[in-house]
């Protein structure tokens, strides 16, 4: 079996991003994701592998070459090249800095560009939310994030908490932290606001059930039906149970509907 040239340029990496492209499957991916940008139909398993490729190839680079790459990509508006550039930034994530989720910097930059919760939900679970939980002080562009009025990167900043409510032992660092963000966001009428808020509080029950299911009980007049259903999906089933129940009491049907 002859061995797969390893891309290094970001022409090479374009090129070996197109050889994975599957008849038919752009159009209906930019008909799923409502997407602007282009698209050459490549499965994200696919890129996972051009991006793993690469980071295994170039193990260690300076931040600036990293800065570099990811920027050569993202410039052309094609869905696949941005989704390799995050997948980039995640396999060299310790390679990153603080200072770049600073306003204006790389991380920044591309989380206000991004244009679907494709993206966003590569960035920042997987880049901002891993630097969370080694270099706390990533917090301040969270709170920076989550509070700006744009849809995707407030998004951004309430999924970089995910990782920490996901993890047992940083659960009890960071839900008190997520919890101040992201309960003046509770009126937010968006989708993928609400289902992101329901997202994270969702990893949290894994391991630390009761305080979601209180710091829930204590808002059921503000949350939404979108972020209290995600929130309380893996909750045992009477704190669903009674979660639930409590908020149909709140608000019955034929009242105004909060989602």
């Known amino acids: 079996m002859c061995a797969v040239a390893v891309p290094a340029q970001p022409q090479e990496i374009r090129d070996r991003i197109a050889q994975g492209a599957v008849p038919g499957r752009a159009a209906k991916e930019k008909q799923y994701l409502r997407s602007d940008l282009e698209h050459i139909g490549v499965p994200l398993p696919a890129l996972r592998t051009v991006a793993r490729d690469v980071v295994r190839a170039r193990p260690e680079p300076d931040p600036e070459e990293i800065a570099g790459l990811v920027r050569a990509l993202w410039s ?73 009025p744009g849809q995707w990167v407030r998004r951004g900043g309430i999924l970089t908490f995910l990782l920490a409510l996901r993890r047992e032992r940083e659960f009890p660092r960071w839900f008190p932290v997520f919890g101040e963000v ?9 989708f993928f606001v609400r289902k992101a808020i329901g997202w994270a509080l969702r ?36 704190d669903a149970a009674r979660l639930l129940g409590a908020y149909a009491v709140l608000h019955p049907r034929g009242s105004r509907r909060r989602g």
């Open 76 to 148: 052309r508006p094609v869905h696949e090249h941005r989704s390799v550039a995050l997948l980039l930034l995640a396999g060299w994530v310790d390679r990153l800095r603080a200072t770049d989720t600073q306003e204006g910097a790389l991380l920044d930059e591309l989380l206000r560009d991004c244009r679907s919760w494709a993206h966003v939900d590569l960035l920042a679970p997987f880049v901002s939310g891993r630097m969370l939980l080694d270099r706390p002080e990533v917090v301040d562009a969270a709170r920076r994030w989550a509070a700006d």
């Open 182 to 190: 992201v309960d003046p966001l509770l009126d937010d009428d968006r």
């Open 203 to 238: 990893e949290g029950t894994k391991h630390h059930p009761e305080p979601v299911a209180a710091w829930l009980g204590y808002r059921l007049d503000r949350v939404s039906g979108l972020t209290l259903r995600e929130g309380a999906r893996r909750l045992p089933e009477a």
